[in-house]
């Protein structure tokens, strides 16, 4: 059975950083996609950064998010700096056997439980 468990969220005033960490069990994903959407209340789940052999960022946090991923560990983390108040959700980690760039969560097949993430204004 696939697991991702994700870890690392709270509250951080705006400016902050935070590191989110996903680790997968049940199988690996060093041949496939991991990667972040975020869910804000009242909002659809929206694209965040995702990672296989390069990666791809939403633009809302290009330039201040950085996705890597420890295909040892079967794990991927998202340091998240320069945080504004709108970056304030759920973050759900995702993972995919296949190789995709695809920004859409409907293409992944695994799913963590979500942290939550609290940026304070």
């Known amino acids: 059975q696939v697991q991702l468990v994700e870890s690392g969220g709270g509250l951080v005033q705006a400016g902050g950083s935070l590191r989110l960490s996903c680790a997968a069990s049940?199988?690996?994903?060093?041949?496939?996609?991991m990667g972040w959407f975020r869910q804000a209340p009242g909002k659809e789940r929206e694209f965040v950064a995702v990672?296989?052999?390069?990666?791809l960022y939403a633009d809302a946090v290009k330039g201040r998010f950085a996705i890597s991923i420890d295909h040892a560990k079967n794990t991927v983390s998202l340091q998240m700096n320069s945080l504004k108040p709108e970056d304030t959700a759920v973050y759900y980690c995702?993972?995919?056997?296949?190789?995709?760039?695809?920004?859409?969560?409907?293409?992944?097949?695994?799913w963590g439980q979500g942290t939550q993430v609290t940026v304070s204004s």
């Open positions: 049940g199988r690996t994903f060093s041949s496939g996609t």
């Open positions: 995702a993972a995919d056997p296949r190789r995709l760039y695809s920004r859409s969560y409907a293409a992944y097949d695994y």
């Open positions: 990672i296989s052999w390069s990666s």
